[in-house]
Protein backbone atom coordinates (compact mmCIF):
# COMPACT_ATOMS: atom_id res chain seq x y z
CA UNK A 1 0.00 0.00 0.00
CA UNK A 2 2.56 2.26 0.98
CA UNK A 3 4.40 1.09 -2.32
CA UNK A 4 1.46 2.26 -4.77
CA UNK A 5 1.45 6.00 -2.51
CA UNK A 6 4.86 6.48 -3.25
CA UNK A 7 4.56 5.88 -7.25
CA UNK A 8 1.56 8.09 -7.16
CA UNK A 9 3.24 10.82 -5.82
CA UNK A 10 6.22 10.65 -7.96
CA UNK A 11 4.08 10.67 -11.05
CA UNK A 12 2.29 13.70 -9.44
CA UNK A 13 6.00 14.88 -8.30
CA UNK A 14 4.87 15.61 -5.02
CA UNK A 15 7.94 15.49 -3.07
CA UNK A 16 6.71 16.76 0.12
CA UNK A 17 4.58 13.63 -0.05
CA UNK A 18 7.49 11.18 -1.16
CA UNK A 19 9.45 12.59 1.63
CA UNK A 20 6.60 11.77 4.40
CA UNK A 21 6.02 8.12 2.89
CA UNK A 22 9.90 7.55 3.19
CA UNK A 23 10.26 8.84 6.79
CA UNK A 24 7.13 6.58 7.35
CA UNK A 25 8.82 3.34 6.07
CA UNK A 26 12.36 4.25 7.61
CA UNK A 27 10.56 4.71 10.90
CA UNK A 28 8.23 1.38 10.37
CA UNK A 29 11.74 -0.42 9.42
CA UNK A 30 13.38 1.08 12.41
CA UNK A 31 10.80 -0.01 14.69
CA UNK A 32 10.08 -3.08 13.30
CA UNK A 33 14.23 -4.05 13.90
CA UNK A 34 13.96 -2.77 17.26
CA UNK A 35 10.83 -5.01 18.03
CA UNK A 36 12.46 -7.78 16.72
CA UNK A 37 16.18 -7.09 18.58
CA UNK A 38 13.84 -6.69 22.27
CA UNK A 39 12.09 -10.18 21.35
CA UNK A 40 15.81 -11.69 20.88
CA UNK A 41 16.99 -10.18 23.91
CA UNK A 42 14.20 -11.60 26.03
CA UNK A 43 14.54 -14.75 24.78
CA UNK A 44 18.30 -14.81 25.22
CA UNK A 45 17.50 -13.87 28.63
CA UNK A 46 14.88 -16.24 29.39
CA UNK A 47 17.14 -18.88 27.78
CA UNK A 48 20.26 -17.46 30.26
CA UNK A 49 17.92 -17.45 33.67
CA UNK A 50 16.69 -21.31 32.71
CA UNK A 51 20.81 -22.15 32.09
CA UNK A 52 21.50 -20.68 35.39
CA UNK A 53 19.07 -22.47 37.12
CA UNK A 54 19.93 -26.26 35.46
CA UNK A 55 23.79 -25.05 36.17
CA UNK A 56 22.85 -24.19 39.50
CA UNK A 57 21.22 -27.46 40.23
CA UNK A 58 24.23 -29.53 38.78
CA UNK A 59 26.74 -27.39 41.17
CA UNK A 60 24.36 -28.44 43.88
CA UNK A 61 24.45 -32.12 42.45
CA UNK A 62 28.52 -31.78 42.75
CA UNK A 63 28.89 -30.65 45.74
CA UNK A 64 26.82 -33.30 46.95
CA UNK A 65 28.91 -35.68 45.43
CA UNK A 66 32.17 -33.81 46.68
CA UNK A 67 31.10 -33.91 50.35
CA UNK A 68 30.53 -37.23 49.73
CA UNK A 69 34.20 -38.13 48.43
CA UNK A 70 35.21 -36.13 51.96
CA UNK A 71 33.68 -37.83 54.22
CA UNK A 72 34.95 -41.39 52.50
CA UNK A 73 38.89 -39.89 52.15
CA UNK A 74 38.22 -39.08 56.56
CA UNK A 75 37.21 -42.24 56.77
CA UNK A 76 39.81 -44.38 54.63
CA UNK A 77 42.55 -42.23 56.82
CA UNK A 78 41.08 -43.02 60.31
CA UNK A 79 40.74 -46.52 59.27
CA UNK A 80 44.31 -46.38 58.68
CA UNK A 81 45.16 -45.25 62.21
CA UNK A 82 42.19 -48.00 63.21
CA UNK A 83 44.04 -50.91 61.92
CA UNK A 84 47.36 -50.15 62.80
CA UNK A 85 46.09 -50.02 66.66
CA UNK A 86 44.11 -53.11 66.00
CA UNK A 87 47.62 -54.73 64.93
CA UNK A 88 49.21 -53.22 67.69
CA UNK A 89 47.34 -53.51 70.86
CA UNK A 90 43.95 -55.70 69.88
CA UNK A 91 44.08 -58.95 71.75
CA UNK A 92 40.49 -60.09 71.89
CA UNK A 93 39.36 -63.15 69.58
CA UNK A 94 37.73 -60.62 66.79
CA UNK A 95 41.46 -59.41 66.32
CA UNK A 96 42.36 -61.76 62.88
CA UNK A 97 38.59 -60.48 61.67
CA UNK A 98 38.59 -56.91 62.45
CA UNK A 99 42.42 -56.22 60.98
CA UNK A 100 41.02 -58.12 58.01
CA UNK A 101 38.08 -56.32 56.92
CA UNK A 102 39.43 -53.06 57.56
CA UNK A 103 42.57 -53.87 55.34
CA UNK A 104 40.05 -55.67 53.07
CA UNK A 105 38.01 -51.82 53.09
CA UNK A 106 41.07 -49.97 52.71
CA UNK A 107 41.94 -51.56 49.37
CA UNK A 108 38.57 -49.72 47.74
CA UNK A 109 38.69 -46.44 46.86
CA UNK A 110 36.05 -43.61 45.41
CA UNK A 111 35.86 -42.31 41.77
CA UNK A 112 34.99 -38.52 41.67
CA UNK A 113 33.11 -37.14 38.77
CA UNK A 114 31.97 -33.45 39.12
CA UNK A 115 30.48 -33.65 35.32
CA UNK A 116 27.55 -30.92 34.09
CA UNK A 117 24.97 -31.76 31.87
CA UNK A 118 24.33 -27.71 31.53
CA UNK A 119 27.43 -26.69 30.74
CA UNK A 120 28.46 -29.85 28.61
CA UNK A 121 25.04 -28.77 26.26
CA UNK A 122 26.30 -24.52 26.81
CA UNK A 123 29.47 -25.69 25.48
CA UNK A 124 28.23 -28.56 22.40
CA UNK A 125 25.78 -26.17 21.74
CA UNK A 126 27.61 -22.46 21.25
CA UNK A 127 25.28 -21.25 23.52
CA UNK A 128 28.00 -20.33 26.29
CA UNK A 129 27.62 -16.60 24.82
CA UNK A 130 24.31 -16.68 26.08
CA UNK A 131 25.79 -15.29 29.20
CA UNK A 132 25.22 -11.87 29.10
CA UNK A 133 27.98 -11.15 32.24
CA UNK A 134 31.52 -11.77 30.62
CA UNK A 135 33.19 -12.17 34.33
CA UNK A 136 30.32 -14.98 35.36
CA UNK A 137 30.67 -16.62 31.62
CA UNK A 138 34.69 -16.90 32.22
CA UNK A 139 34.40 -18.16 35.87
CA UNK A 140 32.29 -20.74 34.44
CA UNK A 141 34.49 -21.84 32.23
CA UNK A 142 37.67 -21.84 34.37
CA UNK A 143 35.96 -23.42 37.29
CA UNK A 144 35.15 -26.40 35.03
CA UNK A 145 38.95 -26.32 33.90
CA UNK A 146 40.28 -26.85 37.12
CA UNK A 147 37.91 -29.59 38.18
CA UNK A 148 39.25 -31.76 35.90
CA UNK A 149 42.51 -31.14 36.69
CA UNK A 150 41.85 -31.72 40.66
CA UNK A 151 40.19 -34.89 39.24
CA UNK A 152 42.71 -35.91 37.42
CA UNK A 153 44.64 -35.79 40.38
CA UNK A 154 42.64 -37.96 42.34
CA UNK A 155 42.52 -40.40 39.67
CA UNK A 156 45.95 -40.40 39.31
CA UNK A 157 46.49 -40.59 43.23
CA UNK A 158 44.00 -43.47 43.72
CA UNK A 159 46.07 -45.54 40.68
CA UNK A 160 48.94 -45.26 42.02
CA UNK A 161 48.52 -45.64 45.66
CA UNK A 162 45.50 -47.89 46.19
CA UNK A 163 44.92 -49.53 42.39
CA UNK A 164 48.71 -50.28 41.94
CA UNK A 165 50.27 -50.62 45.20
CA UNK A 166 48.25 -50.99 47.94
CA UNK A 167 45.29 -53.71 46.52
CA UNK A 168 48.32 -55.74 44.98
CA UNK A 169 50.22 -56.03 48.55
CA UNK A 170 46.95 -57.06 50.12
CA UNK A 171 46.40 -59.64 47.29
CA UNK A 172 49.79 -60.71 47.14
CA UNK A 173 49.82 -61.17 50.90
CA UNK A 174 46.65 -63.17 50.61
CA UNK A 175 43.99 -61.27 52.16
CA UNK A 176 41.10 -62.29 51.27
CA UNK A 177 38.24 -59.53 50.22
CA UNK A 178 36.02 -59.10 53.29
CA UNK A 179 32.68 -57.60 53.91
CA UNK A 180 31.71 -54.43 56.31
CA UNK A 181 30.16 -55.03 59.41
CA UNK A 182 29.77 -51.80 61.56
CA UNK A 183 28.99 -53.87 64.74
CA UNK A 184 32.38 -55.74 64.59
CA UNK A 185 34.54 -52.86 63.49
CA UNK A 186 32.53 -50.10 65.78
CA UNK A 187 32.69 -47.61 62.94
CA UNK A 188 30.27 -46.96 60.09
CA UNK A 189 31.50 -46.63 56.72
CA UNK A 190 30.02 -43.79 54.75
CA UNK A 191 27.39 -44.77 52.94
CA UNK A 192 28.36 -44.43 49.02
CA UNK A 193 31.18 -47.38 49.89
CA UNK A 194 28.07 -49.61 50.72
CA UNK A 195 27.06 -53.26 49.03
CA UNK A 196 23.83 -53.76 49.75
CA UNK A 197 20.99 -56.12 48.73
CA UNK A 198 19.61 -59.59 48.42
CA UNK A 199 22.43 -60.72 46.01
CA UNK A 200 24.88 -59.41 48.25
CA UNK A 201 23.58 -60.87 51.63
CA UNK A 202 23.44 -64.52 49.77
CA UNK A 203 27.17 -64.25 48.48
CA UNK A 204 28.18 -62.84 51.79
CA UNK A 205 26.40 -65.81 54.21
CA UNK A 206 28.02 -68.04 52.16
CA UNK A 207 31.08 -70.04 53.26
CA UNK A 208 33.71 -68.14 50.88
CA UNK A 209 32.94 -65.23 53.44
CA UNK A 210 32.77 -67.24 56.60
CA UNK A 211 36.14 -68.77 56.62
CA UNK A 212 38.94 -66.90 58.47
CA UNK A 213 42.03 -65.72 57.17
CA UNK A 214 45.15 -68.05 58.59
CA UNK A 215 47.54 -64.96 57.50
CA UNK A 216 45.87 -62.78 60.26
CA UNK A 217 46.73 -65.17 62.82
CA UNK A 218 50.04 -64.04 63.61
CA UNK A 219 51.12 -63.10 66.93
CA UNK A 220 50.78 -59.54 67.76
CA UNK A 221 53.84 -57.28 66.76
CA UNK A 222 55.47 -60.47 64.50
CA UNK A 223 57.76 -58.96 62.34
CA UNK A 224 55.64 -60.07 59.54
CA UNK A 225 53.69 -56.60 60.52
CA UNK A 226 55.72 -54.38 59.48
CA UNK A 227 55.43 -54.25 55.86
CA UNK A 228 51.78 -54.23 56.39
CA UNK A 229 52.01 -50.83 58.72
CA UNK A 230 54.46 -49.38 56.46
CA UNK A 231 51.20 -49.51 53.28
CA UNK A 232 49.22 -48.40 55.87
CA UNK A 233 51.06 -45.12 56.66
CA UNK A 234 50.75 -44.51 52.33
CA UNK A 235 46.98 -45.60 52.76
CA UNK A 236 46.35 -43.08 54.85
CA UNK A 237 48.56 -40.62 53.50
CA UNK A 238 46.37 -40.80 50.15
CA UNK A 239 43.25 -40.36 51.96
CA UNK A 240 44.64 -37.11 53.19
CA UNK A 241 46.16 -36.20 50.03
CA UNK A 242 42.43 -36.79 48.46
CA UNK A 243 40.35 -35.35 51.24
CA UNK A 244 42.60 -32.43 50.76
CA UNK A 245 41.94 -32.17 46.96
CA UNK A 246 38.59 -32.67 47.01
CA UNK A 247 38.46 -29.70 49.85
CA UNK A 248 39.51 -27.74 47.22
CA UNK A 249 37.04 -28.71 44.58
CA UNK A 250 34.67 -27.71 47.31
CA UNK A 251 35.75 -24.28 47.84
CA UNK A 252 35.60 -23.73 44.12
CA UNK A 253 32.34 -25.08 43.38
CA UNK A 254 30.43 -23.25 46.51
CA UNK A 255 32.26 -20.52 45.06
CA UNK A 256 30.78 -20.29 41.76
CA UNK A 257 27.26 -21.62 42.41
CA UNK A 258 26.77 -18.73 45.33
CA UNK A 259 27.98 -16.13 42.11
CA UNK A 260 24.90 -17.54 40.01
CA UNK A 261 22.96 -17.81 43.13
CA UNK A 262 23.29 -14.05 43.10
CA UNK A 263 22.95 -13.45 39.29
CA UNK A 264 19.40 -15.10 39.51
CA UNK A 265 18.55 -13.01 42.04
CA UNK A 266 19.35 -9.76 40.52
CA UNK A 267 17.20 -10.80 37.66
CA UNK A 268 14.21 -11.72 39.33
CA UNK A 269 13.98 -7.90 40.95
Known amino acids: MILRRINAHLRK ?7 IDFVIVVVGVFLGLQVSNWNEATADRRAESAYLSQLQGDLQRIEGEVRDQIEFEQFQGRLAGAVFNLIQHDRTSD ?19 TES ?53 MRDLGLPARPWDDQLMGM ?11 FRDEIYAGPLFQSQSALLANAPNAPSWAPVVTQLTWRAHVAALNESTARRLLEATSALEARIAGQLEGESR
Not at 95 to 113: A, D, E, N, V, Y
Not at 188 to 198: D, F, I, K, N
Request: no cysteine; charged share 25%.
Open 95 to 113: RSRRIGMGLSHLTTRRTLR
Open 13 to 19: QEWTAIG
Open 188 to 198: RAPEPGRVTGA
Open 117 to 169: PTFVDLQSSGNLEIISDPVLRADMISYFFYTRRLEAIIDKNNASYVDEAFLPF
